[in-house]
C-alpha cells in the first residue's frame, strides 16, 4: 500500500543526547516536510524538502537538521541543541499540490 | 497576532445538532485553505479543500470570505464519529507550498 511511515512511534532520549527520526514514503512525491506538534498547538514547520539534496529551514529549524539523499526518505535529526525537544513530530509528504499527507507521528520524550 | 486563529472550544454538542467553526487568517496573499481532522494522538488528515464559492461534502460544509479573511465550517447532523479536533490550515502563495495551521477546534459530540 502506498503510503507514509514513521519510526519509531515512541522514542524516549536523555539529555545530551541526538536522535534520529525516520520518515518514508512510497508515494512518489517530491515534497516532504516536518512539523512539531505541543499540546495545544498548530503544527509549526520545521524543515521541508522540494527535492533529492535540497532542503530549506522552517519556522523553528534551530536545533534540528535534515538530509534528502534519497526521494522516499526524509530523517530528521533532534541534536542536543534542542532546548525543549519533548513533542510529537510528523512527517507529510506533497505533490506539486497543496495537499499534504502526514504519517502517524513519533512521540519524543527527553527524560 | 497568530497568523491562524481559531476558538479552541471545546464544543460539546448532542449527537445531531449542527456546529460551527470559525477562522481567521492574517495573510492576505494567501492562496489556498483547508480543513483537516485530527483524532486524538493521531495525525491531521485532509477533511476538505475550501473554495471561494464555498462547498459541500455530505454533512460538511465550508465557506471563505476572502475579503474578511475568514473561513467557516459547518457540520450538519453531528454523529459520535466526527468527534475531533478540526484544523483550519492556510497555504501562501510561495512555491514551497507552505501549510500554515491554526491551533485547531475540540469537538465532542455527545450521545
Known amino acids: 500500500d502506498g503510503g507514509i511511515t514513521q519510526s519509531p512511534k515512541y522514542l524516549f532520549r536523555k539529555e545530551g543526547q541526538n536522535v534520529t527520526l525516520s520518515c518514508e514514503q512510497n508515494?512518489?512525491?517530491?515534497?516532504m516536510y516536518w512539523y512539531r506538534q505541543d499540546p495545544g498547538q498548530g503544527l509549526r514547520l520545521i524543515y521541508y524538502?522540494?527535492?533529492?539534496?535540497?532542503?530549506q529551514k522552517g519556522d523553528i529549524a534551530e536545533g534540528y537538521s535534515v538530509s534528502r539523499e534519497k526521494k522516499e526518505s526524509f530523517p530528521l535529526t533532534v541534536t542536543s541543541a534542542q532546548k525543549n525537544p519533548t513533542a510529537f513530530y510528523l512527517c507529510?509528504?506533497?505533490?506539486?499540490?497543496?495537499?499534504?499527507?502526514f504519517g502517524p507521528g513519533t512521540r519524543l520524550t527527553v527524560l | 497576532r497568530k497568523e491562524v486563529e481559531q476558538d479552541p472550544g471545546p464544543f460539546n454538542v448532542p449527537e445531531g445538532a449542527t456546529v460551527a467553526f470559525n477562522c481567521t487568517y492574517s495573510?492576505?496573499?494567501?492562496?489556498?485553505f483547508f480543513w483537516y481532522r485530527q483524532d486524538c494522538r493521531k495525525e491531521p488528515k485532509l477533511l476538505m479543500s475550501?473554495?471561494?464559492s464555498g462547498n459541500e461534502d455530505g454533512r460538511f460544509t465550508a465557506q471563505l470570505n476572502r475579503a474578511s479573511q475568514y473561513i467557516s465550517l459547518l457540520i450538519r447532523d453531528s454523529k459520535l464519529s466526527d468527534s475531533a479536533t478540526y484544523l483550519c490550515?492556510?497555504?501562501?502563495?510561495?512555491?514551497?507550498?507552505?501549510?500554515?495551521f491554526g491551533s485547531g477546534t475540540q469537538l465532542t459530540v455527545l450521545p
Open positions: 507529510a509528504s506533497s505533490t506539486s499540490g497543496n495537499e499534504q499527507f
Open positions: 508515494l512518489n512525491h517530491d515534497a
Open positions: 524538502s522540494q527535492i533529492v539534496n535540497d532542503f
Open positions: 495573510n492576505s496573499a494567501s492562496q489556498s
Open positions: 475550501v473554495y471561494s
Open positions: 490550515v492556510v497555504s501562501d502563495s510561495g512555491s514551497a507550498r507552505q501549510l500554515t
